[in-house]
């Protein structure tokens, strides 16, 4: 067993003596072989890579195709984010509320402290200083991860920013959320390493009180890469709380018009329902610009002239890989094109990846994501549905000059969206903020492979932030208003967007992608008072002569029933919303409830789609 002064050695490098006892404590606890202070550096990043690739985790890829680059294959059964394993420990019950697990935080520190217990015996305990945000940005926020993951390290790497320049900003007595990870799985005797080690046993558990994440027993995504969901979303959005501002599950990109005039959007959709192909799409319409600032996360924060400024707090892109292609998304496999990490993908004989919809024509063969060989005629899919890249944010062919500027940028219009088959009309504009919020409030969508569990299945994903709100989400719903009663501020204008609707035959009606940019000049052009919009019981819609369709092939009457709002249909939503609502009882606004008794009354109060012309 190794004496915590062996521990202490290799800690010389860190002034902040709080940060220094936890670590000890955490080691003393977990019992690691040896422990290391991570510096960020490609080094460090490159050593990382060795480790992977001598215990079998990772294959270096081919360095002509794709340099410095990897790929990995988990565990079969650790491949996405457990929603049912993951807690939020708030020392009140109801301080959770009724979409998240709860456990008192005394009582699951105690049973974590036992599964922690010698976990990382044989393994190195990384120390990982990390900022979200830009280092320099007055709107980060430092973070230390101790993980006994190479795998977890090296996505760090690229995903936050990592090493010294962190340390320095922490100083002797900064704060810091403290976030403790192992794969669970400590190495005994003579037995091999697995090439994936994890646990059975996962818990991905939040004080949000104290500022803590315990992660214990995966090595995916979100559930180790703690910065990310943990830290950026659910720890984050109860600092948000307290302290005025937003932690969003959102992009953030940049419009720019013909004329040359930008606006800053931001879009909240649920996991897989294409946050990254928006925040890089390739406009169809002539002269119209998108650059990209972040395709997951935004922190948002007034500015002194009453603005909503936002950062991306990370540094580069977790993207789903099944279906991004040079069609789909160009500028995300560009990105991806060096310097990254591929998970769960297939390998080709010439040692690139591959995944489903990458390339018209599919490979003759392949090794899959569990390893083997792989022909079309498999009759099966080559890769993971939750197969991912990590990728720099920098090297995205579109990324905005401004997208680590430490004062964030204005947003000017969010978006709300998820994936509805149907009903849900292609884009609606909120009434007003309040409106806004409702329509965030009872966003839906038809789940994915992003989380385990069933796929397809309808469930209402406020704000897209079911999974990652770390607080109540009636008190959720209750800032979210606050932020917009705040005295002097200049709001976002709020839409609600569907790319999913479906024909009867399950055909997408819309051909979204790059087509996006017609529903985005819409948007760009109501900020500005350019565009019309109808009234309609459900909000301001644009008729189908309102939006650009120059240069637009689609069958006679298809933009009339992307843009219908079916009144029967939406009386069908009135019960399930209240229920929605009833959930979180004395938690919900009363505001949020009158908005349903008003959609409910619009519906009543005759026709919705020849309601009184908005103008602009
Ligand atoms: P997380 O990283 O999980 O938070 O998700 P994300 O929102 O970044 O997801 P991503 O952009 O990777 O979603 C990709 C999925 O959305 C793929 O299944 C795409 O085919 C689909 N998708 C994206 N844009 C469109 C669109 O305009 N129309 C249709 N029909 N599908 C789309
Ligand atoms: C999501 O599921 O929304 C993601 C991927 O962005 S993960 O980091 O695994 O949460
Ligand atoms: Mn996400």
Redesign the pocket.
């Known amino acids: 067993m190794t004496a915590t002064s062996e521990y202490t050695a290799g800690l010389s490098g860190i002034k902040h003596p709080g940060l220094v006892q936890w670590v000890l404590e955490v080691a003393s606890l977990c019992k690691p072989e040896r422990v290391q202070v991570c510096d960020g550096s490609p080094a460090e990043y490159n050593e990382m890579i060795r480790a992977m690739v001598q215990q079998g985790t990772a294959i270096p890829l081919n360095e002509e195709k794709r340099p410095n680059s990897i790929l990995v294959r988990s565990d079969p059964a650790d491949v996405?984010?457990v929603e049912d394993r993951t807690y939020i420990c708030s020392r009140q019950r109801e301080d959770a509320g009724p979409t998240n697990n709860w456990e008192d935080p005394e009582k699951m520190k105690a049973q974590l402290r036992d599964l922690f217990a010698g976990a990382m015996a044989g393994r190195t305990l990384y120390v990982i200083p990390y900022c979200m945000g830009p280092v320099e940005s007055p709107l980060s926020k430092v973070g230390v991860e101790l993980s006994d993951s190479p795998y977890v390290v090296a996505n760090m790497h690229i995903m936050t920013r990592v090493g010294a320049r962190v340390l320095e900003r922490l100083g002797v007595d900064g704060e810091f959320v403290r976030g403790l990870h192992s794969v669970g799985a400590p190495l005994e005797g003579e037995a091999a390493d697995s090439p994936w080690p994890n646990s059975k046993t996962k818990y991905i558990c939040h004080f949000p009180e104290t500022r803590e994440i315990w992660s214990f027993g995966s090595g995916?995504?979100?559930?180790a890469?703690l910065g990310?969901?943990c830290h950026a979303l659910r720890i984050a959005c109860v600092q948000a709380r307290d302290e005025g501002w937003m932690a969003e599950?959102m992009l953030i990109m940049k419009l720019t018009n013909p004329e040359g005039v930008a606006k800053y959007v931001a879009a909240a959709f649920?996991?897989?329902c294409g946050k990254t192909n928006l925040a890089m799409l390739v406009p169809t319409v002539p002269g119209w610009k998108v650059e990209t600032l972040g395709d997951?996360i935004a922190w948002m924060r007034f500015g002194a002239d009453g603005r909503l400024y936002a950062i991306n707090p990370e540094a580069g892109f977790?993207g789903?890989a099944p279906g991004t292609s040079m069609e789909s998304n160009p500028n995300a496999l560009l990105t991806a094109a060096s310097n990254s990490i591929f998970t769960n993908c297939a390998m080709t004989p010439d040692g690139d990846v591959w995944w489903e919809s990458m390339t018209a024509t599919k490979p003759a063969n392949l090794v899959d994501w569990k390893r083997r060989p792989w022909t079309p005629q498999s009759g099966r899919k080559a890769v993971h549905p939750?197969a991912?890249f990590t990728a720099p944010s920098r090297q995205c062919p579109v990324i905005a000059p401004e997208w680590e500027s430490p004062a964030g940028v204005p947003i000017d219009a969010i978006l709300f969206g998820g994936r509805r088959a149907k009903l849900v009309p292609l884009v609606t504009e909120a009434f007003d903020w309040q409106h806004g919020v409702f329509l965030g409030a009872t966003c839906s969508s038809e789940t994915t492979a992003?989380?385990a569990g069933a796929v397809g299945s309808l469930r209402r994903d406020p704000m897209a932030m079911l999974?990652?709100c770390g607080y109540n989400m009636g008190d959720y719903f209750a800032h979210w208003l606050k932020i917009g009663s705040t005295e002097g501020a200049v709001l976002p204008r709020i839409f609600y967007v569907n790319w999913f609707r479906q024909d009867d035959a399950g055909n997408f009606l819309w051909p979204g992608f790059g087509e996006n940019s017609r529903v985005l000049q819409w948007v760009f052009d109501r900020c500005d008072g350019k565009a019309n919009a109808t009234d309609t019981a459900i909000g301001r819609l644009p008729e189908p002569a309102d939006l650009n369709t120059s240069g637009l092939n689609l069958a006679p009457g298809t933009l009339e029933q992307v843009l219908a709002v079916d009144k029967a249909g939406w009386q069908g939503e009135i019960e399930p919303i209240r229920k929605h609502f009833a959930q979180f009882g004395d938690r919900m606004p009363a505001a949020l409830s009158a908005q349903v008794d008003g959609l409910e009354a619009r519906l009543k109060a005759g026709s919705c789609c020849c309601g009184s012309k908005h103008g602009k």
Do not use: I, Q
Not at 220 to 223: E, V
């Open positions: 996405a984010r995916y995504g979100g559930n890469l990310k969901k599950h649920p996991s897989a997951d977790f789903v939750n991912r992003a989380a999974p990652f």
